[in-house]
C-alpha cells in the first residue's frame, strides 16, 4: 500500500495535475475566442464525439493495434537475431551495420507505396513490412552495443575456461545487453504504431480492414474534426499504453539486479 501510494504521488499525479490543467486553458482557450469546432473543438466536444463514434472508431484502431503488434514482434525476433549476428564477428557488423542505418534513414513514406505494390494482393502484410522498416532499428543498434559492452574481464574469465562462442553468449552478453534491449524496445514500441499509422495513410485503404489513419483521413476530408481529435486522442493513447506495458516489463525484468530498476529509500 506504502509502494502504492509513493507511485501515485510521484509519478502519475504530477502529469495527471498538467493534463488537468491543459485540459481546463484548452477549454477556456475555445470559449473566449469563440473558435468555431471545424478549427478547433474544444476538450468536451473531443470526449463526446469519442463516445457517439466509439463503434466505428474502436474496431479501427484495433487493426492499427493488430499491425503494431505484428510489426513489433517481427522487429524484435530479426533485431536480435541481426544483433546477435553482428556481435560474432566485428568484420560482419562493420560490413551490414551501415545498411541497417540505410534502413532506417529511407523514409517511409517514399518507400510506402513501392511496397504497397509489390504486394498489392496483401495490403496487411504490406503495411506490417512498412511499420517493421520504422520499428527495426533501435532493436539492432541497443542490442549490438549491449552485446558489445560486456564487462572485458568476465570475457577473459570464460576463455581461460574455455567457454564455447555460445555459452559466452547465453551466459555473459545476453545478459549484459537485456538493459540495452529494453531500453531500444520501447523505443521500438512506439515507431511501430507511427510506422503503422504512417504506411495505413498512404494505403489509404477503407472498408471493414481499415485502420485509425483511414478514420483520421475522412474525417479531414469531411471537416468532421472533432472526431479526428477524437481519433487522435485514442492513438495518442495507444501510443502511451504501448510504452507503459513495456516499461512495466523492463522494470520487472530489471528490478533485482539492475541500477535503473532496483528501488531506492532515498
Known amino acids: 500500500m506504502?509502494?502504492?501510494?509513493?507511485?501515485?504521488?510521484?509519478?502519475?499525479?504530477?502529469?495527471?495535475?498538467i493534463a488537468v490543467v491543459a485540459l481546463f486553458g484548452w477549454d477556456i482557450f475555445v470559449r473566449v475566442t469563440g473558435i468555431p469546432p471545424y478549427l478547433l473543438p474544444g476538450p468536451l466536444l473531443v470526449l463526446r464525439t469519442l463516445v457517439w463514434d466509439w463503434p466505428e472508431l474502436f474496431?479501427?484502431?484495433l487493426v492499427t493495434l493488430q499491425i503494431t503488434l505484428v510489426s513489433f514482434l517481427a522487429a524484435v525476433v530479426s533485431g536480435v537475431a541481426i544483433a546477435v549476428l553482428f556481435a560474432q564477428s566485428k568484420w560482419i557488423e562493420r560490413s551490414l551495420f551501415p545498411y541497417a542505418v540505410l534502413l532506417q534513414t529511407t523514409p517511409v513514406v517514399a518507400i510506402a507505396p513501392l511496397i504497397i505494390v509489390w504486394l498489392r494482393n496483401n495490403t496487411f502484410a504490406a503495411l506490417v513490412v512498412c511499420a517493421w522498416m520504422v520499428?527495426?532499428?533501435?532493436?539492432i543498434a541497443n542490442t549490438t552495443l549491449g552485446l558489445n559492452s560486456a564487462d572485458h574481464n568476465l570475457l577473459n574469465l570464460f576463455q581461460l575456461y574455455r567457454a564455447s562462442r555460445w555459452q559466452t553468449l547465453w551466459y555473459l552478453r545476453l545478459p549484459s545487453a537485456l538493459p540495452y534491449f529494453l531500453g531500444g524496445l520501447r523505443?521500438?514500441?512506439?515507431?511501430?504504431?507511427?510506422?503503422?499509422?504512417?504506411?495505413?495513410?498512404?494505403?489509404g485503404t477503407g472498408g471493414?480492414?481499415?485502420g485509425i489513419a483511414?478514420?483520421?483521413?475522412?474525417?479531414?476530408y469531411n471537416l468532421q474534426i472533432p472526431r479526428m481529435f477524437a481519433a487522435l486522442l485514442m492513438t495518442?493513447?495507444?501510443?502511451?499504453g504501448i510504452f507503459v506495458v513495456l516499461t512495466l516489463l523492463s522494470d520487472f525484468?530489471?528490478?533485482h539486479w539492475h541500477e535503473s530498476a532496483i528501488k531506492r529509500e532515498n
Do not use: C, H, N, W
Open 214 to 220: 483511414y478514420q483520421i483521413l475522412m474525417a479531414s
Open 208 to 210: 471493414a480492414r481499415a
Open 253 to 255: 525484468l530489471l528490478r
Open 135 to 139: 520499428a527495426l532499428f533501435p532493436i
Open 187 to 203: 523505443i521500438s514500441g512506439g515507431l511501430a504504431l507511427i510506422g503503422a499509422v504512417v504506411a495505413e495513410f498512404v494505403a
Open 59 to 61: 474496431p479501427a484502431l
Open 236 to 240: 495518442t493513447g495507444l501510443g502511451v
Open 2 to 17: 506504502q509502494r502504492l501510494k509513493v507511485l501515485l504521488g510521484v509519478d502519475i499525479l504530477p502529469p495527471l495535475a
